[in-house]
């Protein structure tokens, strides 16, 4: 059995100055470097894949199959085809789902754990181009990662012949300028291509056309951020921890009404029991609601999901998804109708306008629950709620849409009552003199 | 309705229509507008936008940070940014409008000396920030979303998650923190802002300005203009964000230890 709390990556963040290459250094940094690029390539690609390390970014995409699947030119012959173009690595560092907040403070505090898992995993995948996809909002996240590039080109960690290596890298930090969507990641590509954030029809996949139609990986910051962790110490030792299929440390994030919000790195798979054990319980004493495994897009659960094992198979099972980890916790004083409210706004304000059913379905969502929120709904109101979401989800271009009728639809499943009875106060009261009058003339039942 | 267009109407004569392409690749009606659009003064920027463009692969990728660089001199993205941008990149006015208008951080209306994100997503409205952000507006005279107060101090908006969820209710003045805010803090901080003082972040770098903030969001992390090398300074982290790591040390609890030979050799 391993300790409740595994630290890994954020045990970096204890230090005085962490962010700084000194102190990265210190604590072993940048010794990965010199293993990796000791060890040829494809070695790498399936240390990675072994280790069972699973995308940090929400999907839980296996990471090392991700690299496999970048084209490379077979030994001896001229390369055609994706093969033949540069390949990519692009950083998602545009966090930005309600709840999440683990990669905003890893940059801050240790911006040289994700430099270092940069420049292994474009070794890996023969990258010569990595550029980090910042959201803008959040500027001394951004201050640290450019002094820590330049802290690296300065150590000869970056730029050419990296370490005698002959290996030539160079990284750009990339500020976004506020759009949700560009955590979706081809519209994280659109937008590094100087476009509009709006995603891409797949296939082809980044790993054939990403970045300018060449071979790109896209991942994470908490995933890259792992990778040095995992050539240090191995696919054994990182099985250690977790489960059989989602192995490792997680940051797990937890927020709301509890006594000790804040970021706890435990083994993929700990419960929120557990979690919430550690930070001291819930606010005041006062008990749980509802909450969120990873974010507003992964659907709600309830006290009845406190002994679920929060890795990506076990928040499957129980009917939600992992996300990012984010747990948003509510007490009991928080309305479910207001809270979907909140987030349905947030969803019809961030949706691209690319496909029909997410920008013209997530406008009427948030009308019909602001007008139920406001005491003018009436029970058909969750039908037709429940209709859209229907009409949404599997329909949309890309997940935006999915994520957007999470909360709806769970939050209706688990606590439909509570719209019935923010429908039922207002039953009684006596309908508007034009709506009977309009009744009357379009010959409908009343 | 009258129909008064019948079989007998007389033809109007043809007129080519405002949004045919021309050879350039834009409108008529673009090349003429950029033509007339005076971009000077984006005179004295110019070689950081040179500079900007050689950080990539391929020129347009430097889209996103010239129209920061855009709002850094006119502290907003007006026509003759959208020209300069198009210029730069030999692109369209169109191409670069339809970027400018799609993300949110691109004003279109000139923002005051500093800007005050409230989120108001979810987690943080209901832990208060709602009332945060219908204090602040009160403060700074009722003014909405992207408006500026009187005097230009601030312009003021509701802002979609910090990611600083737990450190909530936060917001932002020129997107550094002001973290576990309360309606009285929050007033302060306006106040303050009001009296030409710049309060300080709970993380990250002493304020400047929203036009200086911009610099470093095109790229240019350690100019004077925004603090230069000394602004990377500053806490590691929120307590908050430590908390796990503080309680697993308090504890003894470690990861397993990294066995002699690493699983790579």
């Known amino acids: 059995m391993t300790d409740p709390l595994t630290p890994v990556l954020t045990k970096h963040w204890l230090g005085p100055e962490s962010w700084t290459l000194r102190n990265y250094t210190e604590l072993g940094g940048y010794e990965a470097l010199r293993t990796a690029l000791a060890t040829p390539p494809d070695d790498l690609v399936a240390l990675v894949k072994d280790s069972g390390l699973r995308g940090r970014g929400g999907a839980g995409f296996p990471t090392g199959m991700k690299w496999s699947f970048i084209p490379q030119a077979k030994p001896g012959e001229t390369p055609t085809g994706p093969a033949a173009k540069p390949k990519y690595l692009v950083i998602n560092a545009d966090e930005g789902e309600p709840g999440t907040c683990k990669d905003v403070p890893l940059m801050m505090a240790d911006p040289h754990s994700l430099i270092e898992g940069c420049i292994i995993t474009s070794w890996a995948i023969r990258a010569h181009f990595c550029a980090i996809y910042v959201r803008g909002e959040v500027v001394h996240v951004l201050r640290r990662l450019h002094a820590a590039v330049r802290e690296a080109y300065d150590a000869g960690h970056l730029g050419k012949d990296i370490h005698g290596s002959g290996f030539d890298l160079d990284i750009v930090v990339h500020a976004g300028a506020g759009a949700y969507i560009c955590g979706e990641e081809t519209a994280l590509l659109d937008s590094l291509e100087g476009r509009r954030g709006q995603p891409r029809l797949k296939p082809p996949f980044p790993a054939t056309a990403g970045l300018y139609a060449a071979p790109t990986v896209v991942n994470n910051v908490e995933t890259i951020a792992t990778v040095p962790s995992i050539v240090n110490g191995g696919k054994d030792w990182f099985r250690t921890m977790g489960r059989e299929r989602s192995p490792g440390p997680k940051i797990y994030s937890l927020s709301g009404h509890v006594e000790r919000p804040g970021q706890y790195e435990a083994p993929l798979g700990t419960t929120l029991r557990e979690l919430l054990d550690l930070a001291g319980g819930m606010k005041d004493g006062i008990p749980l609601k509802f909450w969120t495994p990873g974010g507003s897009s992964t659907p709600l659960l309830t006290d009845e999901h406190l002994d679920v094992p929060l890795d990506f198979e076990g928040a499957t099972e129980a009917g939600s998804m992992l996300g990012t980890t984010a747990l948003m916790i509510f007490n009991e004083t928080v309305s479910v109708p207001w809270a979907v409210m909140k987030w349905t706004e947030f969803y019809e304000h961030e949706s691209c306008g690319k496909c029909t059913p997410c920008r013209e379905g997530c406008y009427w969502l948030a009308g019909i629950l602001r007008r139920m929120v406001d005491g003018e709904g009436t029970e058909a109101d969750i039908d037709t709620l429940l209709d859209v979401c229907d009409n949404i989800l599997g329909r949309s271009f890309c997940a935006l849409g999915d994520g957007a009728v999470s909360p709806i639809t769970s939050g209706i499943k688990y606590f439909r009552q509570e719209f019935v009875d923010l429908c039922a106060l207002n039953a009684g009261q006596q309908r508007h003199p034009e709506v009977d009058r309009i009744v009357e003339l379009s010959g409908a039942s009343a | ?265």
């Open chain 2, 1 to 265: 309705m009258s129909r008064a267009l019948g079989p007998e109407a007389p033809a109007a004569p043809p007129v080519e229509p405002e949004h045919a392409i021309d050879e350039a690749g834009g409108t008529t009606a673009q090349h003429a507008e950029r033509a007339s659009v005076d971009t000077t003064v984006f005179d004295g920027v110019r070689d950081r936008a040179t500079a900007i463009v050689a950080r990539y692969p391929q020129p347009r990728s430097a889209l996103l940070p010239l129209l920061h660089l855009v709002q850094h001199v006119e502290g907003h993205v007006s026509r003759a940014g959208i020209a300069f941008c198009a210029e730069v990149l030999e692109i369209t006015t169109a191409e670069v409008s339809a970027v400018a208008t799609f993300y949110t951080m691109y004003k279109r209306e000139p923002v005051g000396r500093h800007l005050v994100s409230v989120c108001t997503n979810t987690l943080c409205a209901a832990l208060g920030g709602d009332d945060i952000y219908a204090a602040v507006r009160e403060r700074l005279g009722g003014i909405g979303h992207e408006q500026t107060s009187a005097d230009g101090t601030a312009t003021i908006e509701h802002a979609e998650c910090l990611a600083a969820c737990d450190l909530a209710p936060v917001l932002t003045v020129d997107y550094e923190f002001f973290d576990k805010q309360t309606v009285e803090s929050a007033v302060e901080i306006i106040d303050a802002l009001q009296r030409g003082e710049k309060p300080h972040p709970t993380r990250g770098a002493p304020l400047n300005d929203f036009r200086s903030v911009e610099l470093l969001l095109a790229g240019f992390f350690d100019d004077p203009a925004v603090g230069g090398l000394a602004a990377v300074a500053g806490p590691s982290a929120a307590e908050e964000s430590l908390r796990g790591a503080r309680l697993a040390e308090e504890r003894g609890w470690t990861a397993p230890p990294v066995p002699d030979e690493g699983g790579s050799a």
